[in-house]
């Protein structure tokens, strides 16, 4: 039998390679328009932020100005209030001053005419409002709303969640409670607003010594009345409103991280002779205060931007005193605030646009970020030392 070495045998095929199919292109195919739609979010909102700091930075560090004492700094911006700015030309030069200062500049003029025997020089100035001063009692007003509508947040948010994990048992009630809870959420802001104003501001019950309004009650035997006659436009009405606003959040995040809790903490500490309440208190909360802390977060997003809620119960356009400037110490919680969302919308769509006005808006809304970012990286330094604290 002849065999020739020239003759060759194929080489067969490897079972085992990869062989694109249908399904894997079309897989391929919806991942490259996920990660397109990813990255086409994440430009935008570069360029959002982008274009507010690069127009926002010039209003807050053109404002400072170094006084002739080295090297002290006076901030014009950030820490004086909204006022209306005035342009005008005087002695072959064009000028720019606020309300304040061109009072002033206007009285020492006339008072040097006068003095010299001259005429008094008539000044024609344009005024644009809100466009001179800077935003203080907005920061100071929002701080306020923030920290007073959390901290009644988180106080109902977590007591609710606690009775509805630990205590209540499941049923149809309590599954109509968390169907509740789940489309609260997502009822529009303005609708809290509406909700605000008509409970807090117009029927909220205040104590008094003389009745007021139409409806009231007396507390027998005492001198007191009761008035149903609201709270008025004021912090109180305002945080209260948020913090209803927030409440489902808080509430579901807030019973989400109780369940996360091993149920051993529970019962070895119930083993050990303690109530029920002690269990709670000392082996259940402080585990999960890291997970209740991340929905105090998404909660001050929401509220420090809100703008038809205190619109309705708890901002004021205009206000000359910061809110500590009271009288009476009562008189705090029930007076209005400036804010900075509500600002940014009076600036922006309620008053003549202009080069001054937008300055003001982009030097507002820069602030405005940066004050909540500066808060929940706060809750979230807070949160992670929480973490680290309690781990098991």
Same mark, same amino acid.
């Given at each position: 039998m002849n065999t020739s070495s020239n003759l060759t045998t194929p080489k067969s095929a490897n079972p085992y390679a990869h062989r694109p199919s249908r399904s894997q292109a079309i897989e391929k195919g919806v991942l490259s328009v996920f990660r397109a739609a990813t990255y086409f979010i994440l430009i935008c909102g570069a360029i959002v932020f982008g274009d507010i700091v690069f127009k926002g930075v010039p209003t807050v560090v053109n404002s400072f100005k170094t006084t002739a004492d080295f090297p002290y700094v006076t901030n014009t911006f950030l820490f004086t209030a909204p006022e209306s700015l005035y342009?005008?030309?005087?002695?072959?030069?064009?000028? &720019?001053? $606020?309300?304040?200062?061109?009072?002033?500049?206007? @009285?020492? &003029?006339? *008072?040097?005419?006068?003095? @010299? /025997?001259?005429? !008094?020089?008539?000044? %024609?100035?344009?005024?644009? !409002?809100?466009?001179? =001063?800077?935003?203080?009692?907005?920061?100071? $007003?929002? !701080?306020? +709303?923030?920290? /007073?509508?959390m901290t009644i947040a988180l106080f109902l948010g977590v007591c609710s969640a606690v009775f509805l994990n630990e205590y209540a048992k499941d049923g149809p009630v309590v599954r109509f409670?968390?169907?509740?809870?789940? #489309? +609260? *959420? /997502?009822?529009?802001?303005?609708?809290? =607003?509406?909700? $605000?104003? $008509? +409970?807090f501001v117009l029927a909220a019950p205040t104590v008094g010594t003389v009745p007021v309004g139409e409806i009231h009650l007396r507390l027998w035997p005492l001198n007191y009345y009761l008035n149903f006659g609201g709270w008025g436009v004021s912090l109180l009405s305002g945080w209260f409103t948020l913090a209803f606003m927030v409440l489902p959040v808080v509430i579901t995040a807030s019973e989400e991280a109780l369940k996360a809790v091993p149920k051993g903490f529970r019962e070895g500490s119930l083993a050990l002779g303690a109530t029920k309440w002690q269990t709670i208190r000392k082996n259940v909360v402080p585990y999960a205060l890291p997970g209740i802390l991340t929905s105090s977060i998404l909660g001050i997003a929401r509220v420090a931007g809100e703008t038809a809620p205190i619109m309705f119960t708890a901002a004021y356009v205009v206000r000359d005193k910061l809110p500590w400037e009271?009288? %009476?110490?009562?008189?705090?919680?029930?007076?209005g605030v400036m804010a900075l969302p509500y600002h940014i919308y009076v600036?922006?769509?309620?008053?003549?646009? #202009?080069?001054?006005?937008?300055?003001?808006?982009? /030097?507002?809304?820069?602030?405005?970020? =940066?004050?909540?970012a500066l808060i929940a990286t706060a809750s979230i330094i807070l949160r992670n030392n929480l973490r680290g604290r309690y781990k098991w």
């Amino acid at each position: 039998m002849n065999t020739s070495s020239n003759l060759t045998t194929p080489k067969s095929a490897n079972p085992y390679a990869h062989r694109p199919s249908r399904s894997q292109a079309i897989e391929k195919g919806v991942l490259s328009v996920f990660r397109a739609a990813t990255y086409f979010i994440l430009i935008c909102g570069a360029i959002v932020f982008g274009d507010i700091v690069f127009k926002g930075v010039p209003t807050v560090v053109n404002s400072f100005k170094t006084t002739a004492d080295f090297p002290y700094v006076t901030n014009t911006f950030l820490f004086t209030a909204p006022e209306s700015l005035y342009v005008f030309d005087y002695d072959g030069k064009s000028r &720019e001053m $606020g309300d304040q200062e061109f009072r002033a500049f206007r @009285a020492t &003029e006339e *008072a040097k005419a006068t003095a @010299a /025997g001259m005429p !008094v020089p008539a000044i %024609k100035a344009t005024s644009y !409002v809100y466009s001179a =001063g800077g935003i203080w009692p907005c920061i100071v $007003g929002t !701080v306020l +709303l923030v920290i /007073g509508s959390m901290t009644i947040a988180l106080f109902l948010g977590v007591c609710s969640a606690v009775f509805l994990n630990e205590y209540a048992k499941d049923g149809p009630v309590v599954r109509f409670i968390r169907l509740a809870i789940l #489309n +609260l *959420a /997502g009822v529009p802001s303005i609708v809290f =607003g509406l909700f $605000g104003f $008509g +409970l807090f501001v117009l029927a909220a019950p205040t104590v008094g010594t003389v009745p007021v309004g139409e409806i009231h009650l007396r507390l027998w035997p005492l001198n007191y009345y009761l008035n149903f006659g609201g709270w008025g436009v004021s912090l109180l009405s305002g945080w209260f409103t948020l913090a209803f606003m927030v409440l489902p959040v808080v509430i579901t995040a807030s019973e989400e991280a109780l369940k996360a809790v091993p149920k051993g903490f529970r019962e070895g500490s119930l083993a050990l002779g303690a109530t029920k309440w002690q269990t709670i208190r000392k082996n259940v909360v402080p585990y999960a205060l890291p997970g209740i802390l991340t929905s105090s977060i998404l909660g001050i997003a929401r509220v420090a931007g809100e703008t038809a809620p205190i619109m309705f119960t708890a901002a004021y356009v205009v206000r000359d005193k910061l809110p500590w400037e009271v009288e %009476k110490a009562s008189d705090f919680f029930f007076q209005g605030v400036m804010a900075l969302p509500y600002h940014i919308y009076v600036v922006s769509s309620k008053i003549p646009q #202009n080069e001054y006005t937008a300055r003001v808006q982009y /030097g507002t809304a820069f602030v405005f970020l =940066g004050l909540v970012a500066l808060i929940a990286t706060a809750s979230i330094i807070l949160r992670n030392n929480l973490r680290g604290r309690y781990k098991w």
